[in-house]
């Protein structure tokens, strides 16, 4: 029997959200049943642009105290095409972050057997990348204003929050990760010949903290270089440490590189496990394919994976990880973002299949 529920909150929020997460909750329950680790109460919040569209706010005005009382929280997808982006995440998914302390934003890119890179002769699992973003500072923390509006002379000030604390325990995350990784390295990316004060003290955090762990390899780029090599020698990559917009901006190149947006998962963490931490695709809500059934679960999948590793359920996530491994390696379907034509209950049918017969 299991020894323990969880209490996970579900917001499957806009556009492919609902579509991919349906499976995700299907495949965690199948996986969590074969394990009898523990077991799950899901809790479903209507909260996205759909309440916007009714109440004028994308949650009420409670949602963080509802949300404080799980485990964790897993997300679908938020944004619609008729709200502006800064209302979808400064009413819902930015909050969520802060409020949570949620400051590691954990997003892999890995090149799976099977799957082909849009970059030339890269074998299975040459691309094999961490890339820690700092999740609750920097550049997404909204703090300006604007002056003289529809004025010719009208202007915005937007600023940048860098932090001793916020840079070192996010620098210091990427390095004890690194420990446990094959290549040990850790890249930091800033832009700190443009950008004086903020990305001057992270290089400075970072290389003090480097003088921590000597056993692992180091390397800092300034962004537009990070870009370039992603592309030129992403082998060269293990664990990368970046500021949240520029964590953002990579791990969508990373996405790219390994085959698509589809099988890009992330984590926004709280390692001190205080508050719930919060786990989504990093796909979007996808508006130009909503509804028609053909959306990629494996990104939310793969994130449901990383939840039940956050809950120390290693074994469980494992086996959500080798079942999609399986299938991507296989002749199995294959939504139309890898090729095929499967639609998005087929793919999770088919990992939930994949999931049964290796508990069996």
Known sequence: MPTKTFNIAVISGDGIGPEVIVETKKIVETALAVDHAASVTWTDYPWGTDYYFEHGRMAPADYLDQL??????????????????????NGLLLPIRRRFNQYVCLRPSYLYEGVESPLRNKPAGSIDIWVFRENVEGEYVNVGGRAYSDHPEELAVQTAIFTRIGCERIIRAAFEAAVHRPKKKVTSVTKSNAQGYGMVLWDEIFSSVAKEYPQIATESLLVDRAVMEFIRRPESFDVVVASNLFGDILTDLGAIIVGSMGLAASANIDPSRKYPSMFEPVHGSAPD????????????????????DHLELQGTAKRIQDAVAELLRSSGPRPPDLGGSAKTNEVGDAVNALIHRAGS
Request: aromatic share 0%.
């Open 289 to 308: 394919i909503a509804g028609q059934g053909i959306a990629n679960p494996l990104a939310a999948m793969l994130s449901a994976a990383m939840m039940l």
């Open 68 to 89: 404080a009382k799980h485990d964790a929280i897993l997300l679908g997808a938020v944004g619609h095409p008729k709200v502006q982006d800064h209302i979808t995440l």
